[in-house]
């Protein structure tokens, strides 16, 4: 792909998340990269200074020129069951690198069976969830097992995600993909998809390890209280996919589990009752037509988002329990200087996107996840950029006590 026009193309730069990863990487200085989108003038408004693709992403000829022109397409043009289809099948056909914000399963289990052998043919690396979802999931587990077996010798046999103090909103495009995934729960294929937690393992109806499913409870290492976690219905089948495509290295029987974590006092204790109330609440309503439609009256609305004082005032943490073989680690990924809808997504993003276009990719192509494609490629850049990859030993005494003192 040495003769492409281009390294990178931003799809949907002219969108609110879209403009923020327009910006994050042309802060980094890309050597020769450009924005596409529908509108030749919003494009224009942005003020890059860099060449410009009028496309449209549901136009499969416009997709199929932008992709021959490039290395990398990077979009955020979603939801991407409506969008993403003819813009992921020209990359893959032609051995482009694609990556994307999606956290829709149905739309990333219908890319594997289209287009994964194709795209391992061409050699593209077609990398879907590289922003909050699922980066801080599968590649902060990834980390998690490095340091485990650095440590111990051996891979972790169980990993357990407790994402917590978190501050920032959902973002618009995050809340019309989860009503898409909601209309698209009316059909009992996609019910049947979204329900299964290994529905992205190459074999999603294979034997798979039962291991402690346990979403509500007390957690005894960390001292916390934990309950579901909304986001782990598309993290944890993207952790897994990314464990099978390496071929098992921590083994057949590993477990993943992922939920959120409150403080373990008795604060936390009426926290966790409200969360795991108003999750069961939120579920029930969505399935009714018309409260739903009153809750996307109130959602964020795609190209909406908050000030750029209010995006860098917010921050997330998530923790990782690993065990095995009676060892224990605590492995802490967060962002202390981002929220993680917007802030820390367009970082996530824009790296994944630069990673992809300069960095030497040693796995073959296919519908990857951002572990697999990039490893500590993407890792080394995610710090660099701010984001903490570090055992808990190593955090500041008033951050790593915090959960000392709720106990």
């Known amino acids: 792909m040495s003769n492409r026009e281009f390294d990178l193309v931003v799809f949907g730069a002219t969108g609110f998340t879209g403009r923020l990863v327009a910006e994050y990487i042309a802060s980094q200085k890309p050597k020769k990269w450009a924005i596409a989108g529908r509108n030749k003038e919003k494009l224009e408004a942005l003020g890059l200074g860099v060449p410009i693709i009028v496309v449209d992403a549901m136009h499969p000829g416009g997709c199929a020129e932008v992709a021959r022109r490039t290395k990398v397409v990077c979009t955020t043009v979603g939801p991407y069951t409506k969008y993403g289809a003819a813009l992921v099948a020209a990359c893959a056909d032609v051995g482009t690198h694609y990556c994307d914000l999606t956290g829709e399963v149905n739309f990333m289990r219908a890319t594997i069976d289209a287009h994964h052998e194709r795209a391992k043919e061409t050699g593209a690396h077609i990398v879907h969830t590289c922003g909050f979802d699922s980066i801080p999931s599968d590649l902060g587990t990834w980390a998690t097992q490095q340091e485990f077996k650095a440590r111990f010798g051996r891979y972790a046999d169980k990993v357990s995600a407790f994402f917590g103090e978190t501050s920032g909103g959902m973002s618009g495009g995050t809340a019309a993909s989860g009503f898409a995934i909601a209309d698209a729960m009316s059909d009992p294929a996609v019910r049947r998809i979204m329900r299964n937690p290994h529905a992205l393992d190459p074999d999603p109806d294979g034997p798979h390890p039962k291991g402690?499913?346990?979403?509500?409870?007390?957690?005894?290492?960390?001292?916390?209280?934990?309950?579901?976690?909304?986001?782990?219905?598309?993290?944890?089948?993207?952790?897994?996919?990314?464990?099978?495509?390496?071929?098992?290295?921590?083994?057949?029987?590993?477990?993943?589990?992922?939920?959120?974590?409150?403080?373990?006092?008795?604060?936390?204790?009426?926290?966790?009752?409200?969360?795991?109330?108003?999750?069961?609440?939120?579920?029930?309503?969505?399935?009714?037509?018309?409260?739903?439609?009153?809750?996307?009256?109130?959602?964020?609305?795609?190209?909406?988002?908050?000030?750029?004082?209010?995006?860098?005032?917010?921050?997330?943490?998530?923790?990782?329990?690993?065990?095995?073989?009676?060892?224990?680690?605590?492995?802490?990924?967060?962002?202390?200087?981002?929220?993680?809808?917007?802030?820390?997504?367009?970082?996530?993003?824009?790296?994944?996107?630069?990673?992809?276009?300069?960095?030497?990719?040693?796995?073959?192509?296919?519908?990857?996840?951002?572990?697999?494609?990039?490893?500590?490629?993407?890792?080394?850049?995610?710090?660099?950029?701010?984001?903490?990859?570090?055992?808990?030993?190593?955090?500041?005494?008033?951050?790593?006590?915090?959960?000392?003192?709720?106990?």
């Not at 439609?293 to 795609?302: M, T, V």
């Not at 970082?347 to 994944?352: A, D, H, I, P, R």
């Open 212 to 407: 402690d499913t346990r979403l509500v409870g007390w957690d005894p290492t960390l001292k916390m209280f934990f309950v579901p976690f909304f986001m782990a219905a598309t993290n944890a089948p993207v952790v897994r996919r990314g464990h099978a495509l390496a071929g098992f290295p921590w083994g057949s029987e590993f477990v993943y589990r992922e939920v959120m974590s409150t403080p373990g006092n008795a604060r936390g204790a009426i926290m966790a009752a409200t969360i795991t109330g108003g999750l069961a609440a939120l579920a029930a309503a969505m399935k009714r037509p018309a409260l739903r439609a009153q809750l996307q009256k109130r959602a964020p609305k795609p190209g909406e988002g908050p000030s750029q004082e209010k995006r860098e005032k917010g921050h997330w943490k998530v923790r990782f329990v690993a065990e095995g073989g009676g060892d224990k680690l605590i492995y802490v990924v967060a962002d202390p200087h981002g929220d993680p809808g917007y802030q820390s997504t367009s970082k996530m993003l824009g790296e994944s996107a630069l990673c992809l276009a300069y960095d030497a990719l040693t796995s073959p192509g296919g519908v990857q996840t951002p572990s697999v494609a990039m490893d500590g490629k993407l890792l080394d850049r995610l710090r660099r950029a701010g984001l903490i990859f570090e055992p808990a030993e190593k955090q500041p005494a008033s951050s790593s006590s915090a959960a000392r003192a709720a106990g």
